[in-house]
């Protein structure tokens, strides 16, 4: 009896042994994993970047007589994480109506932005947040909504190609200089811009330490 229980109790303890290894394996390979994919992050991006778009709008107003025309952005974001960052942007652009109406206008958005393979050098994007936008000199000003997607390409370490669309819910009536029906006016915007990345140098140099550690821990010693 005695050597069937123990025969039991070691199993039990064999089974648990090699259930922690399996899991601590398991763990370290998700370690090491997310070590690489965050040095992968740093070899093509970095913590901030300067944000530079040139596009074209159209109002979705009172009016079916809208234009295409150019529109700017600058803006400056911070990475939170490698997938996830906080931008502001400072947009500005004219509406034009034809020969009836042309007004100038600028927007200060603030958006939260997510990268689907930010460890990849092409990555689609997906942002969203609000705004407070103005005419010139400040005359009229009203609050909005904005949302967009696009993808980015990274042509060389820190610099990268975007293409993108975006959607923008104004909070007036106004915007096309026509005031009718029950709706707001809705902006749509598409560019083409670079972001220029810079920062992270430390956070990739731990990354790099970490990985060196790990790669000398795993090192297999021929036995002699």
């Known amino acids: 009896m005695i050597p069937k229980f ?3 109790i070691l199993s039990i303890a064999m089974t ?23 040095y992968a992050f740093f070899n093509f991006r970095g913590t901030n970047a300067i944000d530079v778009v040139v596009g074209s709008l159209m109002v979705e107003g009172d009016t079916p007589k809208s234009d295409f025309d150019l529109y ?6 911070h990475h939170l994480t490698s997938h996830l960052n906080i931008n502001f942007t400072f947009n500005k652009y004219d509406v034009v109506i034809k020969e009836d109406y042309n007004e100038g206008f600028m927007s200060f958005d603030l958006n939260l932005e997510y990268l689907f393979s930010p460890h990849t050098k092409f990555t689609p994007f997906i942002y969203a947040g609000a705004g407070y936008n103005a005419s010139n000199y400040f005359k009229s000003t009203a609050y ?7 993808f980015e390409f990274i042509l060389t370490e820190g610099v990268a190609l975007k293409l993108l669309g975006e959607y923008n819910y104004m909070l007036t009536d106004d915007i096309d200089g026509v005031i009718e029906g029950d709706t707001d006016d809705v902006l749509f915007r598409m560019g083409l811009g670079l972001n220029v990345y810079f920062g992270g140098n430390k956070k990739k140099e731990a990354l790099r330490r970490k990985m060196k550690t790990v790669i000398n821990s795993n090192l297999i010693i021929p036995y002699n």
């Open 6 to 8: 123990n025969a039991i």
């Open 144 to 150: 909005k909504s904005q949302g967009g997607l696009g």
């Open 16 to 38: 648990f042994v090699f259930l922690n290894s399996a899991f601590s394996q398991d763990e370290d390979a998700k370690s090491d994993n997310y070590i690489n994919k965050r």
């Open 72 to 77: 700017f952005r600058i803006g400056y974001k």
